[in-house]
T-cell receptor, first 112, second 116 residues
Framework: DQQVKQNSPSLSVQEGRISILNCDYT??????FLWYKKYPAEGPTFLIS?????DKNEDGRFTVFLNKSAKHLSLHIVPSQPGDSAVYFCAASASSWGKLQFGAGTQVVVTP | KAGVTQTPRYLIKTRGQQVTLSCSPI?????VSWYQQTPGQGLQFLFEYFSETQRNKGNFPGRFSGRQFSNSRSEMNVSTLELGDSALYLC???????????????FGPGTRLLVL
């Protein structure tokens, strides 16, 4: 049962434009959400997180938006850079510690 | 500070065999989690260990087991391998189970297992 879904397996965006990655979840107990970035042959690295008491968190070029009523979150990357080409995973947890449920990932390709 | 290391990096086994994967967490980290990554499924949580005790377990059959040693190093074992066990197995360590620990969870590069 996939409780965290990333319905877009891939996204192609031009350098300098905005990348928008989407993630939906079904478990209303989730209250902590994270985005990870993964390059080939490396493990995922933490990018940005948001707790359910917020609806937006920003860190440099990365902003995560949370819509609890829609059980939806999104990651915005502005501006997109070639080094952002990677697989992005959305993850959720029912507490600020505990096992993570991951989405299937979205492959982002930033073209010059 | 050295990162999370996993050995071996690549492994080929045949159906029915068993395999043991190793994970050395970042020095000082006491929590180790294991994940299985397959195409289209993302990362599936296997189990989490803290201070040599399994704290959380995912929905995997009993063929998947793990343990943690007193130095926080962890091993996972898969017995009676099946073709569907072919995956990237990732280990992650964090300092504790306290609030915010997920932000400080660091992943290793993974062990790619191929079952023939």
């Amino acid at each position: 049962d996939q409780q965290v879904k990333q319905n877009s397996p891939s996204l192609s965006v031009q350098e300098g434009r905005i990348s928008i990655l989407n993630c939906d979840y079904t478990n209303s107990m989730f209250d902590y959400f994270l985005w990870y970035k993964k390059y080939p042959a490396e493990g995922p690295t933490f990018l940005i997180s948001i707790s359910s008491i917020k609806d937006k968190n920003e860190d440099g070029r990365f902003t995560v938006f949370l819509n609890k009523s829609a059980k939806h979150l999104s990651l915005h990357i502005v501006p997109s850079q070639p080094g952002d080409s990677a697989v992005y995973f959305c993850a959720a947890s029912a507490s600020s510690w505990g096992k993570l449920q991951f989405g299937a990932g979205t492959q982002v390709v930033v073209t010059p | 500070k050295a990162g999370v290391t996993q050995t071996p990096r690549y492994l080929i086994k045949t159906r029915g065999q068993q395999v043991t994967l190793s994970c050395s967490p970042i020095s000082g980290h006491r929590s180790v989690s294991w994940y299985q990554q397959t195409p289209g499924q993302g990362l599936q949580f296997l189990f989490e260990y803290f201070s040599e005790t399994q704290r959380n377990k995912g929905n995997f059959p009993g063929r998947f087991s793990g343990r943690q040693f007193s130095n926080s190093r962890s091993e996972m074992n898969v017995s009676t391998l099946e073709l569907g066990d072919s995956a990237l197995y990732l280990c992650a360590s964090s300092p504790s189970l306290l609030a915010g620990a997920l932000r400080t969870q660091y992943f290793g590069p993974g062990t790619r297992l191929l079952v023939l």
